[in-house]
């Protein structure tokens, strides 16, 4: 029988297990639909009363649910994280061979390494560099002055536009347009004109870039991507946009021109993020906030009104409108008051 006993992955995680040692998992699955030959995980108490129920062939959990569960246990510090790396084991990445696809188009001068993949209906200009291990994926773009790193992946359908440089071990999802132009306009008393974009875009090694975002090269520096950043899908970087290194942002979030975002940071989905500010290390930006003037310390940051009650929101939106003239009586009923 394939798979993992649980002695071998409590001895290869540094956990502590609970339960057989002999028995074996053969992939992951949730509390509620795991079998009997799967490992389940739970990192939330919310799911407590799934634990009690499953049938998984052991959970990975924190030491305060372990009393509760009725399968043997892998007990972990970081129940997440752990689940992360056992799953891990379980994922098989399609095999991909070096070479260059019958069907890519390859521009003399281009520099591609034996050891790289090029996959079908790829285009890579003459100046672009590609180094051992990485792969291209289908219908990807390489573009002049651009270089993809060592053991770096761009999944499908993934653009480079112009000056981008993509360090190692990058994971890029499909659609993702890198070293597009910046949106600069100047105007001209009856028009736009166009800024030139004469920057590039650098990514360090180690992050990940989801599908259909894009990320703008710069107007004269570099847009950065510092090392094992984050981004999910549908997010928005704008021209010189700085992010610091294990900085995660969530779908759909945008960061406009110029501003900074340090390290260890997290922005939630729907975020955004003003214009030539700055936000500190150590920062969390919750959900459909909009980020207005720099951070300064470290903390969890949130604007906007939680869900309500179509008519109570309504209300609220109508005294939302008289704030300034009740604080403005208030001001004055108080002037009027003996200190």
């Known amino acids: 029988m394939a798979g993992y006993r649980l002695e071998d992955l409590a001895e290869r995680f540094g956990l502590t297990l609970r339960g057989d040692p002999a028995r074996r998992v053969l992939g992951v699955g949730t509390l509620a639909g795991a079998s009997a030959q ?23 959990l924190g030491a305060d649910a372990a009393a509760e569960c009725p399968v043997p246990a892998l007990i972990a510090a970081d129940p997440y994280l752990a689940y992360a790396r056992i799953a891990a084991l379980f994922e098989h990445a399609p095999a991909t061979l070096p070479g260059v696809h019958a069907s890519a188009v390859i521009e003399p001068g281009a520099s591609i390494d034996p050891a790289a993949s090029v996959g079908a209906q790829c285009f890579v200009a003459a100046s672009a560099r590609i180094a051992a291990g990485a792969v291209l994926g289908p219908h990807c773009i390489i573009g002049p002055d651009c270089m993809v790193g060592a053991q770096t992946r761009l ?8 000056r981008v440089r993509i360090g190692q071990r990058v994971l890029i999802q499909p659609g993702a ?11 001209a008393g009856e028009h736009w004109e ?39 899908n549908q997010i928005q ?16 979030a945008a960061v406009a021109g110029s501003a900074r975002i340090g ?36 903390g969890e940051y949130s604007s906007g009104t939680p869900l309500q009650v179509n008519r109570d929101w309504r209300r609220n939106a109508v005294r939302l409108k008289q704030l300034d003239s009740l604080a403005r009586r208030i001001a004055a009923l108080e002037k009027g008051q003996p200190k």
């Open 38 to 60: 799967q490992l389940a995980f739970m990192a939330n108490a919310r799911y407590i009363a799934q634990l009690r129920g499953t049938h998984a062939a052991a959970v990975v």
């Open 263 to 298: 390290r260890h940071c997290l922005v939630g989905g729907g975020a955004g993020v003003l214009g030539h500010l700055e936000v500190c290390d150590r920062v969390t930006i919750t959900a459909m906030t909009l980020v207005t003037h720099s951070i300064r310390e470290p």
């Open 194 to 232: 166009k800024v030139p974009q004469l920057g590039g875009v650098r990514v360090g090694d180690d992050c990940e870039i989801g599908a259909n975002t894009t990320i703008d090269r710069g107007a004269l520096d570099d847009t950065v991507l510092e090392d094992d950043v984050r981004l999910d």
């Open 177 to 187: 347009v890198l070293g597009g132009d910046g949106f600069g306009l100047a105007w």
């Open 155 to 162: 999944v499908a359908r993934v653009t480079l536009v112009l």
């Open 237 to 252: 970087i704008a021209h010189n946009v700085h992010i610091g290194s294990h900085t995660a942002l969530a779908g759909c």
